[in-house]
Every structure is written in C-alpha cells, then in structure tokens.
C-alpha cells in the first residue's frame, strides 16, 4: 500500500480546498440562508409581509425589473446600466489617477510622507461623509456622484502603488541600477512590474470602495436612472420586497466584479511564483 510522501502531502495542504468543492460549500450556503429565510417569512410567518417578504415576493420584484411585465418593469436592468456606467467610469479615471500619484510617492519621499499620511486620513472617512461636500462644489447632478466614486477609487490604488514599490526587494534595485537603469528606468522596468502582484490587491479594494461610493452617491441624486434610485422608489413606496431586490442586486454584481479581479489576482501571483496551483 502505497502513501503520499511528505512533500506532496504538505502541497496538497497548502493548496486547500479544490475549486468545486469550495462551489459546491458556497452553493449549501446559500441554500441553508434561504431556506432560513422561507421558514422565517413564509411557513412560520414571524413577520408581516410588508415589513420583511419572503423569497418569492422578493424573487418577483427581481424578475419584473428584469425582464418581466409589472410595477417596475425593465427599471432594474436600466438601473444596472446607468449604475454600472458610473462606476466603471469613475474606477478607471481612478486607477489611471492614482497610479501616477502612487509612482510619485513611492519615488519621492517627501511626498510620501506628507501626502500618503493625508490620503491614509481620508481613507478612514465614510464615502457618504463626502457626498454632501460633492452635492455643494459640484451641484446635484451625475458629476457629484462620480466625483465621490473617484475619490473613494483613487485613494487605495495610491498606497497600494507607493506601498508596493517599496516592498520590492533590494535586490531588485541593485540588479536594476547595475545594468544601467535609470531613476524612471528602475520604476518603470524593475519595480512597477515586481509590484503588480501586490497593486492588484489594491485594483480589488479600490473597486470596494468606489462601488459603495456609487450607490451611497446615488441615493441622494434624484431623477437618475441608478441602483440607489430603487432604493429611494422602494423606500418612498414602502416596497421592502423592491428594496431587498434592489440590495441583492448590488451584493451580486459587487461579487462579480470581485470574482473576476480575485481571478486575476490569483493568476498573476501564479505567474510570479507566489502560489500554487490549483
């Protein structure tokens, strides 16, 4: 009878579980929390309808947004639209805007000192705190909301930036300098490329941020066609089953996006040698 060595034991270990087997988990999760939540609303009836619906009524407001005939019929998927629209614009201006404030810092210290201490204040504000300072400079408007977004985008893709560039190990700098490579030669040829690992973990939580910036912006932005639109129509009307859809919603695409850059993450740190395959 013949047994896994030592070494490929410990691999096996370090890889955790497999693929589907974390799907499959997921998935008995999320049948146990709606079972809950049907025996909660449905069979022992703990709550008024009005007040907490259970998953059929919520299921509906979500297939009438979607693509069914009804009260808010096709408002979902144009506010999904309009949401994502937002969100996707305002990432991008701030991964593009913070990773150029993030190469200044890392190189520079001086400004590393002074304006990573002040982004690393900012950053511990709620995103909503900003949003009346938004509807003041800029007006109430779609540029109020995008502003937040950005805001709340482009300050952890700055430190993760500059925080990544000086992980890089001495090594690295030394090889560089020895080959010749110059100030904006070594940053962009040897310690950006050796930082991407850990700058994508910092795309993953600025893509967090922006998107509950987003929906908190929304909020308080009437007439537009958005995700927190529905949440103000459903709290406006009293439909709790509209607003648990609408939060749904946001949960899944939030999860989404995250999926696919956690994805990305995983590959280029297998790429780079930093984990095993799975």
Do not use: C
Not at 122 to 132: G, K, L, N, Y
């Amino acid at each position: 009878m013949t047994s896994l060595s030592p070494d490929v034991h410990s691999t096996r270990t370090a890889r955790g579980p497999g693929r589907w087997q974390t799907l499959v988990t997921q998935l008995l999760g999320l049948l146990v929390i709606l079972g809950l939540w049907w025996l909660v609303t449905d069979v022992l009836k703990l709550y008024p309808p009005y007040v907490f619906p259970g998953p059929k009524a919520v299921w509906t407001e979500i297939s009438y947004g979607l693509w069914g005939t009804g009260p808010q019929d096709g408002k979902l998927l144009s506010a999904i639209g309009g949401s994502l629209r937002r969100v996707l614009t305002g990432y991008v201006i701030a991964v593009l805007l913070g990773t150029v404030v993030g190469l200044l810092m890392g190189a520079w210290r001086p400004l590393r000192t002074t304006l990573g201490a002040y982004l690393t204040g900012i950053q511990s504000v709620p995103s909503i705190a900003f949003v009346p300072f938004a509807i003041l400079f800029l007006g109430l408007n779609e540029r109020a909301v995008l502003f937040v977004v950005i805001l709340e985008g482009f300050i952890p893709v700055a430190l993760a930036v500059s925080g990544a560039l000086l992980n890089v190990p001495p090594a690295l700098r030394v090889a560089g300098r020895t080959l010749g490579a110059g100030s904006l030669g070594l940053i962009l040829r040897v310690l950006l490329p050796a930082s991407v690992p850990s700058i994508l973990t910092g795309l993953r939580t600025a893509w967090s941020f922006a998107w509950r910036a987003l929906v908190g912006g929304e909020l308080l932005i009437a007439g537009s066609t958005s995700l927190g639109e529905l949440l103000e129509v459903g709290r406006n009307t009293a439909n709790v089953a509209l607003v648990l859809a609408t939060i749904i919603i946001i949960g899944v695409i939030g999860g989404l996006f995250d999926s696919l850059l956690r994805a990305a993450e995983g590959r280029i740190r297998r790429d780079y040698g930093l984990e095993v395959p799975q």
